[in-house]
């Protein structure tokens, strides 16, 4: 069985004082949910102290993105090197970062290799528009994105790889796909397509969450769908609360 993991992605919310505090509060909330693997992404100017809050826990943390070379003239950016002994995980390819910052296919691969020389563990977004959605081109198009991030990367190196599906046109919307259609494009387009790579092995045992208006009161239908195994969480997850329910959730239903 393929171990739930829920990721809160904070985004550009909590400064240092609040991201400590928080984790602080959080921290003995989920303790007692150890068949799930809980994973916080908050910004870089709090990951450190998020990670001195954390160090003796089972809740992991993630760098919200990294840059693929190891140093240089690269104003602003964070290399995976520097995030080795501070992140387990980092989130790459998020729309967002395609949208505002540019990232495209080859760099998401570029930084998955990076990652994992590094012995982070990327969690790899992938999704469709509304437009490529209504189109009936979300197969397509998201198998692609499957296909680019993992050019060159072993099936070895697979077994520390999580993809998380999120439609663009979910995220921080209040839309969100319904469990049965994340849980078909999670099997038939992305699990299908680690399975045409990498062999049924592989793809029977890579992690995928879904992303995209993500809350309590729908969590649980999508942790019941076969093939999605968490769910990466925007604005769920800023709240103790919130994320603590999202957690049980998923612990329930999938019975751990």
């Known amino acids: ?12 919310h909590k400064n240092v004082s609040e991201s400590t ?14 068949g799930v693997e809980r994973v916080v992404a908050p910004t870089f100017l709090s990951l450190a ?14 760098a919200q993105d990294a840059h693929y070379e190891e140093s240089g003239a690269f104003t602003s950016e964070v290399s995976a090197a520097m995030l ?15 949208a505002y910052l540019g990232e495209t296919d080859e760099g998401v691969n570029k930084k998955a290799k990076a990652l994992l020389s590094n012995g982070i563990k990327p969690i790899i977004a992938v999704g469709e528009s509304l437009e490529q959605n209504e189109a009936g081109e979300t197969a397509s198009f998201v198998g692609g994105q499957v296909r680019a991030a993992l050019d060159g990367i072993t099936a070895a190196q697979m077994a520390n790889v999580v993809i998380a599906y999120e439609p663009i046109w979910a995220i921080g919307t209040g839309k969100s796909a319904t ?4 849980n078909d494009i999670i099997g038939g387009t992305v699990r299908a397509t680690i399975r045409d790579l990498y062999g049924d092995a592989v793809a029977d045992a890579v992690r995928i969450q879904y992303g995209g208006s993500v809350k309590p009161h729908n969590m649980l239908d999508y942790m019941s769908q076969p093939d999605i195994d968490g769910a990466l969480v925007g604005g769920a997850s800023l709240k103790v609360d919130d994320f603590t329910e999202l957690v049980r959730l998923a612990a329930e239903a999938k019975g751990v």
């Not at 069985?1 to 550009?12: L, Y």
């Open 1 to 12: 069985m393929r171990t739930p993991i829920i990721a809160g992605n904070w985004k550009m």
């Open 21 to 34: 505090q928080f984790a602080i509060e959080l921290a003995p909330k989920l303790a007692e949910f150890k």
């Open 49 to 62: 102290a998020v990670a001195d809050v954390l160090i003796e826990t089972e809740i992991s943390v993630a």
């Open 84 to 98: 080795n002994g501070l992140a387990e995980y980092a989130i790459i390819g998020h729309s967002e970062c395609r």
């Open 179 to 182: 469990s049965k259609q994340a």
